[in-house]
């Protein structure tokens, strides 16, 4: 706004007199996150300073509105709108503003942790008037995919002494909000008896529900409470305990997974729809958790290999469309107000999902590489989150909500140290170049500490190391772009001493994800003819004992052989495929293995090719 321009006010008093003819008497002018200076000429030439120029331009708006209605009330948030201490805008601000006209303040912080008397009396000293408290909680607009669910804490008493009221800022979600608000309010009503945890038992039944307490409950623990104040989930601590002592706590944990499936279709039924409704997003992520969860213990549990593999296939397929939604879930958060960046601190489910997928590769002597990703990146598209990088599928990617800043960086955690001879980053959409890291450096970390790998700003990254070995690769952004970031595929490859080829047509994939030890990436077939053929060569002959081939539990080849080629150079068969999971002796010394379709087929999709 041009401060300095009738004009300008009088179009600012035009619409709030629209406001008011709807019978609105108090007001409020939003002068936060604007410029800190002057910006405009006429205002340089007629004021001298930012406090003096919002003054005027308040003054007069004020005087014409009490002449409209006496009743009006108005409240302005200053530019300088937090902190603990005095500073010469607000001391000229409130030198220069009516008396009459509030001025807000949002505690020593943005999100405050703590507001208490001694915080607020230099701010109430140096304007000249109580404040009003703009609380910037339950607001979720700086974690838009958190729910903040819990009680109000760390309000003081006494602070009635230096402030006139207090203001809420609640989340998109208005129902849900509606929690937070409750225990507001309580607070407000009687600041010296307030207490947090009983405030908020009554306020979930008053928001909720008493039928919905327990579930509602449930999901706020599951989010650590706030993002705020979070706070250590014993639902998250039971599935760590599950870790250190799977049978004492295999049973709480089933009966835990089976709730989460049961969640969407309880607060199906809730009376007022919106609750459901802004719920959602986080109950089918719930969902998905709870039956990929289910399936796991069944893999891990089970005496029968191929009913391991058949439930760890369903396992897996849910457990990567919970963590392609967005929302989060089932992790203890922590929101870092000094660089403005919404983290999760560990993500307890995905942890457990991940040690259960390796549990049951030990069982069996299946490879057991497992990558996850972190990321301090706050937001992704949904459906597009950081998961999608490792799965080594063009047509799936990450990609931020945000613009990349500096310091943007995602790390690949291997579980354990591995040799490393390949990294291959493919960033960017097809149909722009511009969505991708621009310039970023890569890390690796191992047993010898960090190694820096350079900086590059190519979209497409193929890069062969020697002598190498790593627990983690990070990409770190080099600098603050105007673009979003896609990355399609970061695979870090531990060639193993095996060459793979084909003569099938691959629709998706690559052919290396068949010998890169995860049995989560995959190549998939089309159009398979009679005698086509995928062919491992190994770099010299070894002992061969088995090969182990994991495929589709729908799209696996129905009439196949595995052959191994002998001192001759003839083909010999050493079994029959006709399987999800096949598990053929060799006992030869060989060097070439190959599996040969026998017959016709649309699609099949193969997971790992194993030589023991």
């Known amino acids: 706004i041009k401060y300095s321009s009738d004009e300008e006010l009088s179009i600012l008093y035009d619409k709030i007199k629209e406001i008011w003819e709807l019978g609105v008497k108090w007001f409020a002018i939003m002068l936060d996150d604007i410029p800190e200076k002057l910006i405009h000429e006429e205002d340089k030439k007629m004021f001298k300073s930012l406090a003096e120029a919002q003054a005027y331009m308040l003054n007069k708006l004020y005087a014409k509105l009490k002449e409209l209605d006496p009743e009006i009330m108005l409240i302005m948030c200053p530019t300088k709108y937090m902190g603990r201490e005095p500073n010469e805008y607000l001391k000229e601000l409130g030198e220069k503003l009516n008396k009459e006209i509030l001025i807000g303040w949002t505690g020593p912080e943005v999100c405050s942790y703590e507001i208490n008397a001694a915080d607020l009396k230099p701010i109430y000293e140096t304007v000249g008037r109580k404040l009003w408290i703009w609380d910037n909680y339950p607001v979720n607009d700086y974690c838009r995919d958190w729910l903040n669910l819990g009680p109000i804490r760390g309000r003081g008493k006494g602070l009635e002494e230096y402030i006139y009221g207090l203001f809420s800022n609640p989340m998109n979600e208005a129902m849900l909000s509606k929690i937070a608000l409750a225990t507001i309010a309580d607070y407000t009503w009687n600041p010296e008896g307030y207490n947090p945890d009983e405030s908020w038992d009554k306020a979930v039944e008053i928001a909720i529900g008493l039928e919905y307490k327990d579930y509602i409950k449930l999901i706020a623990e599951l989010q650590g409470y706030s993002t705020i104040w979070p706070e250590e989930s014993g639902v998250l601590k039971l599935f760590d305990d599950f870790l250190n002592n799977p049978e004492q706590y295999t049973e709480e944990i089933i009966e835990k997974l089976d709730k989460f499936t049961r969640l969407r279709s309880i607060f199906a039924k809730h009376p007022e729809r919106k609750v459901y409704e802004e719920l959602l997003p986080y109950l089918i992520k719930l969902e998905y958790y709870g039956v990929a969860g289910l399936n796991i213990l069944k893999a891990v549990n089970t005496e029968s290999e191929y009913l391991a593999w058949l439930y760890r296939r369903i396992a897996y397929d849910y457990f990567l469309a919970a963590e392609k939604l967005s929302k989060n879930i089932g992790s203890q958060p922590f929101f870092d107000q000094k660089i403005w960046r919404m983290q999760v601190k560990r993500p307890v489910l995905t942890e457990f999902f991940i040690h259960c997928f390796k549990k049951v590769s030990e069982k069996w002597g299946w490879p057991r590489l497992k990558p996850i990703a972190y990321t301090n990146i706050r937001r992704f598209l949904n459906g597009h989150t950081v998961i999608n990088i490792l799965d080594s599928l063009d047509e ?204 016709a087929q649309n699609k099949v999709i193969v997971y790992e090719v194993q030589i023991v």
């Open 396 to 599: 799936t990617y990450l990609e931020t909500f945000y613009r990349i800043r500096k310091s943007d960086k995602i790390t690949v955690e291997l579980g354990e140290e591995i040799p490393i001879d390949r990294i291959i980053l493919i960033q960017g959409s097809t149909g722009s170049s511009k969505n991708y890291f621009r310039q970023y450096r890569l890390l690796i970390e191992g047993s010898n500490g960090a190694r820096d790998l350079g900086v590059f700003n190519s979209r497409f990254l193929d890069l062969f190391l020697r002598n190498t070995t790593a627990k983690s690769i990070t990409i770190i952004s080099e600098v603050s772009q105007d673009s979003r970031g896609i990355i399609r595929v970061f695979k870090v490859l531990s060639m193993p001493d095996v060459n793979v080829y084909t003569n099938m047509k691959i629709s998706r994939g690559f052919i290396e994800n068949l010998i890169d030890g995860d049995l989560d990436t995959f190549a998939e077939f089309m159009n398979i003819r009679e005698n086509d053929y995928i062919h491992l060569e190994l770099n010299e002959k070894k002992h061969v004992k088995e090969v182990v081939i994991f495929q589709h539990p729908t799209y696996y080849i129905i009439s196949g052989v595995l052959e191994y080629k002998d001192r001759n150079g003839k083909w010999v068969e050493a079994g029959y495929i006709d399987g999800a999971l096949r598990k053929i002796p060799v006992n030869e010394k060989v060097r070439e293995v190959r599996i040969r379709s026998k017959s």
